[in-house]
């Protein structure tokens, strides 16, 4: 199987997650959650779901993170329904650091082009 299609299937994936979180879901530990992408496996097995939560909070990101595992069964049955694939992937979700990360990059920028003599 291609790895163009595993990411069509992905990009299909984290469409309908997107959806179903916002107009399905009703847990209050995932109304602030951003889908940021999703890395399905080229076999379609298991796809990696990152998401990203608007607090920075850790306590809030870890229950969001556990509201996120306990609406797997009913997104993969959705997720069956609407996208029609033979197997729907596992899914496995996992927080992506890497705007928090970027955000500390550019205040450390900030902060050297603050202290650099003018010319």
Aim: net charge neutral.
């Amino acid at each position: 199987m291609s790895s163009q299609r595993a990411q069509r299937v992905g990009d299909l994936i984290q469409q309908e997650i997107s959806r179903l979180l916002l107009k399905e879901v009703r847990d209050p530990r995932v109304a602030f959650v951003t889908i940021t992408g999703v890395e399905p496996t080229n076999d379609l097995q298991l796809a990696r779901v990152y998401y990203t939560v608007m607090s920075d909070d850790a306590a809030a990101r870890d229950a969001c993170g556990d509201g996120l595992r306990s609406a797997v069964p009913f997104l993969r049955r959705e997720l069956g329904r609407v996208l029609r694939l033979r197997r729907v992937p596992e899914l496995e979700f996992r927080y992506d650091n890497s705007i928090a990360y970027g955000s500390r990059i550019e205040e450390l920028l900030k902060e050297i082009h603050r202290h650099e003599p003018t010319e």
